[in-house]
């Protein structure tokens, strides 16, 4: 039995970070029913189809006008036995269509109320509009890293996607001991600022500005760092500890290095000698010999390398597919629903 098995999870976010989310939720068992605005629904349906694809399997979708009075009041049924309500707009929105926090705790006391924003329910930039780049410049992580843009969406999916499916676990745990449940805020923002232990760490100790997330673990020594084999692969080499650097000295007949590991001073000599060391033999090579010595050097995976078809995953839904199916669910007749689409309330 899947952990989440029915769990029932309504999902009104769009795009990325809500979708992965409640992804997660759906791979370990939940109900992810997505509500969508009829017409165009997720805007990521046509931004990124592949990615719509990926993040939406297997969820099922009812079209639902919001703004259409019937329509808040098909969501206000389903919400009554649902378990976790997840939104990703701006502050404000969903209380003035009456669906926030507290207008739907009163339909069902149990529900776990997720909202998913760039920089939280209050402060001085909640209303700000923003993407992954700002929310990773608010939130301090990319000044460590400047002129580069890191090429992932750490915001979005560290910030935002991992610290809702972790809200949303711990207020399960919660409500199984009282019998509520709770309003998770989250701000993509906060979320990034959790990922800085380490610089935080150490300006708090030197009132220094760091030059980046963690200098002995951004390429500062050669104990740790990248290097490009004789066929353009790459190795890296992640050899911290001193047990570590002297295998791997010893490996590379360059015993003399050993005991240069964290001078300053040195480092440009050390990272030469290794540089020219792995240009002499192809990655794959270099792998398979140090692989055995218990070094910590790896070799740089491609996208091509790292991806898996999922031939088994279900697919997204259409727009709306399980509106009338899921509605009949609800004690809606057949009638009811024509009706309902008939207004525009539901599609």
Not at 129 to 154: C, F, S
Not at 165 to 191: F, K, N, P, W, Y
Not at 223 to 231: F, S
Request: glycine share 8%; proline share 5%; aromatic share 6%.
């Amino acid at each position: 039995m899947a952990p989440l098995e029915g769990l029932t999870v309504l999902d009104l976010t769009r795009l990325l970070p809500g979708a992965v989310a409640t992804q997660y939720l759906a791979d370990h068992g939940a109900n992810v029913i997505k509500i969508e605005q009829p017409g165009a629904g997720d805007y990521a349906r046509t931004l990124s189809p592949a990615v719509f694809a990926r993040t939406n399997a297997g969820k099922k979708s009812v079209a639902i006008d919001l703004k259409h009075p019937e329509g808040k009041r098909v969501l206000e049924n389903m919400v009554a036995t649902a378990d976790v309500f997840a939104e990703g707009f701006r502050p404000g929105v969903m209380q003035r269509l009456g669906l926030d926090y507290e207008a739907l705790r009163q339909t069902n006391k149990r529900l776990i109320y997720v909202s998913l924003t760039g920089y939280g329910q209050t402060g001085p930039y909640a209303d700000l509009a923003g993407h992954d780049i700002n929310y990773i410049a608010l939130g301090g992580l990319l000044n460590l890293n400047l002129p580069v843009i890191p090429g992932v969406q750490i915001g979005d999916l560290v910030g935002g996607s991992m610290q809702t499916v972790i809200g949303v676990l711990m207020a399960l745990q919660s409500r199984e001991r009282s019998g509520v449940g709770q309003h998770v805020d989250v701000s993509m923002t906060a979320g990034v600022q959790s990922l800085l232990e380490i610089p935080l760490a150490e300006y708090e100790r030197t009132s220094r500005e760091p030059q980046a997330s963690c200098e002995m673990l951004s390429g500062r020594y050669a104990c740790y760092n990248v290097y490009e084999a004789k066929d353009g692969r790459w190795l890296a080499v992640g050899a911290l500890e001193g047990k570590f650097w002297a295998n791997l000295c010893k490996q590379l007949d360059c015993m003399d290095l050993i005991h240069l590991q964290f001078d300053d001073a040195r480092q440009p000599e050390l990272k030469a000698r290794l540089t020219k060391i792995f240009a002499t033999q192809d990655g794959d090579t270099w792998f398979h010999q140090l692989r055995q010595i218990d070094c910590c050097v790896t070799p740089v995976r491609t996208i091509a390398e790292v991806y898996q078809p999922s031939h088994d995953k279900p697919r997204p839904p259409k727009i709306g597919e399980h509106t009338a199916e899921l509605l009949a669910k609800f004690a809606y007749s057949e009638d009811d629903i024509q009706r309902l689409k008939s207004i525009g309330a539901i599609a």
